[in-house]
């Protein structure tokens, strides 16, 4: 049986296994042997309490066949141990079945050779009929590289110009959805057991099982399909550009070439990356990510400091772009007879809305509709528009570094009638109070029409002060009291000499 690069035949591996789980029994134990053979931390199994020893054993041998230790991983531990027990009969027997069948391997690959010429399959489990199929049709003696988790790589001589297409079309007989690669390289392909992925928005991610042949740029796709496609595509739908970031040990990030391989790069089993979003056209990816990360953090504290604004849902815990809430303070709904006058709009004291972030968002202000019925000048109670909001000032002067505080604030004010608008913006043009009332009247334009006519009328100015909300005179800066204190004439009166 011709051993297979990184990876033990069973009954060696069982060997190995048991050997090591009776001679190193405890963590501290397992730690030092690993810390010996310079095995990396981040890619170290986890050590349960729980578990049986040769459990964790088996872990190890397993991530070091599929390359935890960049170079002859299971070689390095048998080096490592048998310093320690150099009389142990069991490790000599397995270091002298590897040697041979390293020497076994040479001989077929030549001392001379370097290149790894490699056909890789991904979406398959099939790896025995795979294995057979390269054989057949490319190589006789091909090596298995690594298999696992529906992938699977072989070492090939040379790859002939026509038969990559006839391994195609065989592949696909075994295995409908395989994919068939080819690449060239000079290192050996091994998967990491896993990487670890920082998104735009500061989310930590892991891929496990990676092949270190992986391009940067295969693992953008891999990250944004973590995030729902408002987040991730732009106004056409497509994926938004990315760049790929590795960090060393000090933590310094060095920007990866996307079309070179990870390990061609520095990248190790366990390494740590960071995934930016690009500056495109339009809204600056990187700017919206903050700006959606800040808006998340203001709703979620205004919620929190003020008992009348409740925050019932967020579709995103990371990146939201969509809030439910729920206000407590006191309003009106509609009336059930909107043909008698005065309206009498029902008190209500719970409101439900829908707060969201549009796609250009920060550069847009963001969007509201309420959800429960509502009776208010700026809020349309018609079917098509039926729950849009007017935020009037927000949206004339809204500037991106606006904090989410105001809204909320906004929103609770709107609710009360302590923010709305039923004045035209020239009202101090007007002559006289008759003719303001006309020119309010004739222009119209509310989404609300009913409601801004019973909001002006003054039943509806009575109304709304019994709830806390604020006058349109109030509105409009009409009550302020003149200064009369300069036409008073004070003069003071002397006490007479009969008192």
């Known amino acids: 049986m011709t051993y297979e690069a990184g990876k033990l035949p069973p009954e060696i591996k069982r060997e190995l296994v048991d050997l ?29 309490a729980g578990q049986e020893v040769v459990a964790y054993w088996r872990q190890v041998v397993r991530a070091l066949e599929l390359g935890a230790v960049q170079r002859d991983g299971v070689h390095q531990l048998l080096v490592t141990v048998l310093r320690r027990w150099p009389g142990n009969q069991v490790l000599q027997k397995i270091r002298a079945f ?19 010429r490699t056909v890789e399959f991904v979406g398959s489990e099939a790896y025995p009929e795979l294995l057979r199929l390269v054989r057949e049709l490319i190589d006789a003696d091909a090596v298995q590289l690594y298999a696992g988790h529906r992938q699977a790589a072989f070492r090939i001589a040379a790859m002939l ?3 990559l297409d006839q391994l195609r079309e065989r592949a696909a007989r075994i295995a409908p959805d395989v994919e068939v690669l080819y690449g060239e390289y000079d290192f050996r392909p091994t998967l990491y057991t896993r990487l670890e992925v920082m998104g735009p928005d500061g989310q930590q991610f892991e891929i496990p099982y990676v092949p270190n042949t992986t391009l940067p740029s295969e693992l953008v796709p891999a990250v944004w399909a973590q995030y729902r496609p408002e987040v991730a595509q732009d106004a056409n739908g497509h994926l938004l550009r990315a760049v790929v970031d590795f960090r060393d040990e000090s933590g310094e990030a060095r920007r990866l070439d996307p079309e070179q391989p990870l390990y061609n790069q520095g990248v190790r089993d366990g390494g740590q990356l960071q995934m ?7 809204v600056d990816s990187w700017l919206r990510f903050e700006a959606l990360a800040r808006a998340r953090d203001d709703i ?27 206000l407590h303070v006191p309003g009106f709904a509609p009336p059930d007879d909107l043909e008698s006058w005065p309206l009498d709009p029902r008190r209500i004291d719970q409101h439900e809305l829908t707060v969201w972030m549009p796609s250009e968002f920060p550069i847009q202000a963001p969007r509201v509709r309420w959800r429960s019925d509502v009776f208010h000048p700026n809020i349309a109670r018609d079917e098509d528009r039926k729950g849009a909001v007017c935020l009037g000032p927000l949206m004339t002067d809204y500037t991106p570094n606006l904090s989410m505080y105001s809204l909320c604030q906004m929103l609770i004010d709107m609710a009360r009638y302590r923010n709305y608008e039923i004045l035209p913006h020239d009202y101090r043009m007007a002559m006289d109070f008759d003719s303001l009332v006309q020119d309010i009247i004739e222009r119209g334009g509310y989404l609300d029409g ?14 709304i002060k019994e709830i806390g909300g604020t006058t349109w005179l109030a509105r409009a800066g009409l009550t302020e009291r003149a200064d009369r204190s300069r036409f008073l004439k004070v003069r003071r009166v002397e006490a007479s000499a009969d008192e």
Do not use: C, I
Request: charged share 35%; aromatic share 10%; proline share 5%.
């Open 276 to 282: 930016s979003a690009e500056s495109t056209a339009g």
């Open 20 to 48: 090591l789980a009776e001679l190193y029994r405890t963590q501290n134990q397992a730690e030092e042997v690993l810390e010996d053979m310079d095995f990396p931390p981040q890619a170290r199994p986890r050590w349960d």
């Open 300 to 326: 979620v504290d205004f919620a929190a400091e003020h008992d009348e604004f409740t925050l019932v849902a967020m579709d995103d815990d990371k990146l939201p772009v969509e809030y439910r809430v729920d």
């Open 161 to 163: 110009p026509d038969r």
């Open 450 to 463: 009913d409601a801004a006519a019973w909001a002006f009328s003054w039943e509806g100015q009575e109304r």
């Open 98 to 116: 590897l040697d041979e069948e390293e020497r076994e391997q040479q001989g077929t690959a030549g001392n001379a050779e370097t290149l790894y």
